[in-house]
């Protein structure tokens, strides 16, 4: 995971993004990603949104982007050095969101969601250090004792965060653009477990 998105929220009533520092009888102790760095206390009432939890809609109905890999590129695409704010032209907006990912849903990905994704970036690549995905081991440093050694299988794709059941989300899974937007957006994805064979008795 590029950036560790773990710990880092959104919380209603309260601008800006979070790291979640420990509970507390009265909710949790959290420390603001800006710059001043200031701690406070996140109430039980005030809802917490999890970034690792959240999800953008894609044209595919049956497929979200998680938002630790939209990160992952823009990081990969634009650095930390992004050319959009949130204030940004809308055009400039749908064009860079269309960049990062070309299949996003147009009607159900809201322009505020995207300004939002624009400032939550900006924030976290600002305070959170970039971890770069190690690097597996090729076939090719052990040609010398395996030459007909078979290539790696590559690892299949991360599976999708799934939001919790009660998470409130917009059209893109980000925070609610309006408060009508209650359903939860991303559909829960199972994967079909192989059948055990059963173990042949000796003879």
């Known amino acids: 995971m590029p950036y560790d998105l773990k710990e880092i929220a959104a919380i209603s009533g309260m601008p800006g993004l979070y790291r979640l520092v420990s509970p507390t009888r009265a909710g949790v102790i959290v420390e603001s990603l800006a710059e001043n760095g200031k701690r406070s206390v996140a109430s039980a009432r005030n809802k917490v949104s999890l970034l690792q939890e959240i999800s953008i809609y894609t044209q595919d109905y049956d497929q979200t982007v998680p938002l630790t890999e939209v990160f992952d590129r823009i990081y990969q695409k634009f650095g930390t050095d992004l050319a959009v704010t949130n204030k940004s032209e809308d055009r400039d907006l749908a ?4 960049d990062i990912i070309p299949d996003y849903d147009r009607e159900r990905v809201y322009m505020s969601d995207i300004k939002k994704l624009v400032s939550w970036y900006k924030a976290v690549s600002g305070r959170l250090e970039y971890q770069a995905p190690v690097a597996e081991e090729t076939p090719e440093a052990s040609a010398d004792s395996a030459g007909d050694a078979k290539p790696k299988a590559k690892k299949k794709a991360a599976k ?17 653009a309006k408060p009508e937007a209650t359903e939860p957006i991303n559909p829960e994805i199972t994967e079909e477990q192989p059948a055990k064979k059963g173990k042949k008795k000796a003879e």
């Open 95 to 98: 064009a860079f969101m269309g």
């Open 160 to 176: 999708e965060d799934v939001p919790a059941d009660d998470e409130a989300l917009s059209t893109a899974g980000i925070i609610p």
